[in-house]
């Protein structure tokens, strides 16, 4: 374990208001404190009360943001963890959105990239957040992954889900499934996947799996996009006209990469357990499998950010925010910031 004075210091989102997000950031970073600082960001009010009603032992610092922008982060032992306030418009009613409360969600963002680029804080973790609500508060927005892009200055990032599948099982493996496209109507997808646009999203997987997750020679293994991989182009050609193509062009590079692969087969632990990562080419195809195998455990982390960024493998759960605290699994928000530590230990060590 590590020492309390070289605990790295993470920043959480709590998310939207209305849904688990406060909860889970609460009792993850209650429950990790002894290895890391979290700091939140929230509505202090709201925050502190939710604490109190989870555990009222949960102690609370404040931290203001004009200190930070003065003099960085300071050292906080394990005792607390902290809290920067972030106001929301209204009052929080759980299980009901409320637009008024939308900017100030993204405004724990822009906070969150702010320190992270200021060295306050290592790495961010972000709780869910109601993507419909931003955008009923007039601020056109389709992610997170999306966001920190723009944010950032980031002409390209990666969306990767990781997990474990089940332990009790015997042929327990880690899985990583990264996308082609993010948040696109699926009438979309098509057109966004280019011979250039995907070999930069191959080289992000290759380049931040070496750099942020230790792996030598990362293994990647492609989906086509259509079914049975286009079938030799009689079930479609965007296999033949530019998965194959970038791929080759990937593998010229030096990369590892293999397919296109007939997506409904390939997720099989006789291929995977030879890979490092699947790269599926839209949200549908490959998320449902990995959330399928690894639900509670997984991760979503954003790669080619100029910052390590993960999140859980969940969104906001409305149903269980309304039926009151102590409903909702923050297995996912523990797994996101232990892997947002492994990352920060990583990048340090590539960066020797
Ligand atoms: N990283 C993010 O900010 C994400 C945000 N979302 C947002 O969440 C909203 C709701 O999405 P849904 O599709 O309804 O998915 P959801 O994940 O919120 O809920 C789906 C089901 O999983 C259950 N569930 C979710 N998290 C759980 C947890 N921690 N413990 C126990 N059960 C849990 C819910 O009760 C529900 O039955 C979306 O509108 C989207 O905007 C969705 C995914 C990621
Ligand atoms: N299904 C994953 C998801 O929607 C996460 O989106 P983001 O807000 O992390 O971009």
């Known amino acids: 374990m590590r020492q309390a004075s070289t605990r790295p210091a993470i920043a959480i989102t709590t998310g939207e208001p209305a849904g688990i997000g406060p909860e889970i950031s609460i009792r993850a970073a209650w429950a990790m404190r002894a290895q890391v600082n979290c700091v939140l960001l929230g509505d202090a009010a709201f925050l502190a009360l939710t604490a109190s009603l989870i555990d009222p032992d949960i102690k609370l610092a404040a931290l203001s943001v004009q200190a930070l922008?003065?003099?960085?982060?300071?050292q906080f032992g394990p005792a607390r963890i902290c809290v920067i306030d972030v106001p929301l418009g209204a009052h929080v009613v759980p299980g009901v959105l409320d637009p008024a409360n939308g900017r100030a969600v993204l405004a724990t963002l822009d906070l969150a990239v702010e320190g992270a680029r200021a060295g306050w804080f290592d790495a961010m973790v972000t709780a869910p957040l109601q993507k419909s609500t931003i955008n009923d508060a007039g601020v056109a927005f389709s992610g997170h992954t999306e966001y920190l892009a723009e944010q950032t200055g980031t002409?390209?990032?990666v969306m990767m889900l990781a997990g474990e599948t089940a332990p009790d099982t015997p042929d327990n493996y880690a899985l990583r499934v990264a996308l082609a496209t993010t948040h696109l109507p699926l009438k979309d997808v098509s057109a966004a996947i280019t011979r250039a646009g995907l070999g930069r999203v191959i080289d992000i997987i290759d380049h931040d799996l070496k750099t942020k997750f230790g792996m030598a020679a990362p293994r990647i293994l492609v989906t086509g996009l259509n079914p049975h991989a286009g079938e030799n182009g009689y079930l479609g050609r965007e296999e033949i006209d530019t998965i194959t193509p970038a791929l080759e062009a990937a593998r010229a590079r030096g990369i590892d990469a293999r397919g296109p692969y007939p997506a409904d087969t390939l997720f099989q632990p006789k291929y995977l357990l030879d890979a490092d990562c699947v790269l599926a080419m839209y949200h549908d195809q490959g998320l449902p499998v990995l959330k399928y195998a690894t639900f509670g455990r997984g991760?979503?982390?954003?790669?080619?950010?100029?910052?390590?960024?993960?999140?859980?493998d969940h969104g906001t759960a409305l149903d269980l925010a309304g039926a009151g605290l102590g409903q909702a699994d923050c297995g996912s928000m523990e797994q996101a910031i232990r892997t947002a530590l492994q990352?920060?230990?990583?990048?340090r060590a590539s960066q020797l």
């Open 343 to 347: 990352m920060v230990d990583a990048q």
């Open 69 to 74: 922008r003065n003099g960085g982060l300071p």
């Open 299 to 312: 991760v979503n982390i954003t790669l080619g950010l100029p910052l390590i960024r993960t999140s859980v």
């Open 155 to 157: 002409a390209q990032v």
